[in-house]
């Protein structure tokens, strides 16, 4: 209700195509068949598929949707939903813009696992995600479970959820860095709130630091970098030893020198990290290879 969405609209879920993961267990009633798409449905049969359900909640990974998105200003999806519901990836402000363009509606965020599936969401009118404090105890710890103060992100989150009743969970570890924001509840709730939700742990980066040693380089350095172009699309990053490899998908009539910009701008925020830059390259291609449960992992070391 928070988020902006009541009882009996109809639902488009893009989550896994897993019948074990949350999206499915939360969103498709007991008993019934599974619907016929997910994340992992090619993007044209998903066009065939909305334009013949007109769902009125979009929910299911940021990608994903995004994608949908410029399907929808390219005039070949024709929705006209009411909320948004994106989780899985970073909610980019690039992303909140082509939402907001394509269907003219504010998206919120959610912060979910198959272990507790709300633990924070945002709302239209404010987009800091609010922890569910009634129903989970969140603690966001460095490496050795040490408390991080709020606007640090942390290495990981220990997960209490409250109501599980069948399997306890107590300080459950998951691998997310998440940072707390350092503000008063804007909605005037006693409840704390997340800054952002930057990805698993195992995404953050390692380079040599200017002065020695190494400098973890979290993946909103990285995605902050990519947010003001709006030319790109989708992107992905893969980290080996020649260096960092951006993946972009450009909108159509993206301009040339996008890809060096780009490269320069990663260059750039890397370095105001106190790292040495890798040598980075930046490849435009027409889509981005998916993990099978749908999400894009926006870091991965090959």
């Given at each position: 209700?928070?988020?902006g969405?009541?009882?009996g609209?109809?639902?488009a879920a893009l989550?896994s195509p897993?019948p074990v993961?949350?999206t499915?267990?939360?969103?498709v009633?007991?008993?019934?068949?599974l619907?016929?798409?997910?994340?992992a449905?090619?993007?044209?049969?998903?066009?065939?598929?909305?334009n013949?359900?007109?769902?009125?909640?979009l929910?299911?990974a940021v990608g994903?949707?995004?994608a949908?998105?410029?399907q929808q200003?390219?005039?070949h999806?024709?929705i006209?939903?009411r909320a948004?519901?994106?989780s899985?990836?970073?909610?980019t402000?690039?992303?909140?813009?082509?939402?907001r363009?394509a269907?003219?509606?504010e998206?919120?965020?959610?912060?979910a696992?198959t272990?507790?599936?709300m633990?924070?969401?945002?709302?239209?009118?404010?987009?800091?995600l609010?922890?569910?404090e009634?129903?989970?105890?969140?603690?966001?710890?460095?490496?050795n479970?040490?408390?991080?103060?709020?606007?640090?992100?942390g290495?990981?989150?220990l997960l209490?959820?409250?109501?599980?009743y069948a399997?306890?969970?107590?300080?459950?570890?998951l691998?997310?860095s998440?940072v707390e924001?350092p503000?008063?509840n804007?909605?005037?709730?006693?409840?704390?709130c997340?800054?952002?939700?930057?990805?698993?742990?195992a995404?953050?980066?390692?380079?040599?630091?200017?002065?020695?040693?190494?400098?973890a380089?979290?993946?909103?350095v990285l995605?902050?970098a990519?947010a003001p172009?709006?030319?790109v699309?989708e992107?992905?990053?893969?980290s080996?030893?020649q260096?960092l490899h951006?993946?972009?998908?450009l909108?159509?009539?993206?301009?040339?020198d996008?890809?060096?910009?780009?490269r320069?701008?990663l260059?750039?925020?890397?370095?105001s990290?106190?790292?040495t830059?890798?040598?980075?390259?930046?490849?435009?291609?027409t889509?981005?290879?998916r993990e099978?449960?749908?999400k894009l992992?926006?870091?991965r070391s090959?």
């Amino acid at each position: 209700m928070r988020m902006g969405i009541g009882f009996g609209p109809r639902f488009a879920a893009l989550g896994s195509p897993s019948p074990v993961h949350v999206t499915r267990q939360v969103l498709v009633p007991p008993g019934a068949p599974l619907p016929p798409i997910s994340a992992a449905t090619p993007v044209s049969e998903l066009v065939a598929a909305l334009n013949a359900q007109q769902p009125e909640v979009l929910v299911g990974a940021v990608g994903v949707w995004s994608a949908l998105a410029d399907q929808q200003l390219g005039g070949h999806l024709q929705i006209a939903p009411r909320a948004a519901v994106l989780s899985s990836e970073a909610l980019t402000a690039n992303v909140r813009r082509r939402v907001r363009e394509a269907w003219g509606i504010e998206p919120v965020s959610g912060y979910a696992a198959t272990e507790a599936p709300m633990m924070a969401a945002s709302s239209p009118e404010h987009p800091e995600l609010e922890i569910a404090e009634d129903v989970v105890v969140i603690e966001i710890v460095d490496e050795n479970d040490r408390a991080i103060p709020p606007g640090m992100p942390g290495a990981k989150v220990l997960l209490t959820n409250l109501i599980n009743y069948a399997q306890p969970l107590i300080r459950y570890e998951l691998t997310d860095s998440v940072v707390e924001s350092p503000r008063p509840n804007p909605a005037g709730r006693p409840w704390r709130c997340l800054l952002s939700v930057d990805g698993r742990t195992a995404d953050i980066l390692y380079f040599p630091g200017r002065g020695g040693g190494t400098v973890a380089v979290h993946p909103s350095v990285l995605t902050s970098a990519g947010a003001p172009f709006g030319e790109v699309g989708e992107y992905a990053f893969v980290s080996d030893p020649q260096g960092l490899h951006a993946q972009v998908v450009l909108v159509p009539g993206a301009a040339g020198d996008v890809p060096e910009r780009l490269r320069q701008a990663l260059v750039s925020a890397i370095a105001s990290t106190g790292a040495t830059p890798p040598v980075v390259h930046v490849e435009p291609v027409t889509a981005l290879q998916r993990e099978p449960g749908g999400k894009l992992r926006v870091v991965r070391s090959a």
